[in-house]
């Protein structure tokens, strides 16, 4: 049985579908501030971990980091 998952992808708007299907919450002390990455974490059927990490936008352009 698999107990833990991560995804790992790189725009909030392709990541957006899965946040919202599997109700993940924002984990704002997932990382350390310093990190521009965020991650959205929560349950699946009540027994599997699903953490959805983002690696962030470019502070200075806005951009996906990928």
Do not use: W
């Not at 929560?42 to 470019?58: I, R, S």
């Amino acid at each position: 049985m698999v107990k833990t998952v991560v995804i790992v992808m790189a725009m909030k708007a392709e990541a957006q579908p899965f946040i919202d299907h599997l109700d993940l919450q924002k984990d704002a002390d997932r990382f350390h501030k310093g990190l521009r990455a965020e991650c959205y974490s929560g349950t699946y059927k009540d027994e599997t971990k699903v953490h959805l990490v983002l690696n962030g936008q470019c502070h200075k352009y806005g951009v996906a980091i990928v």
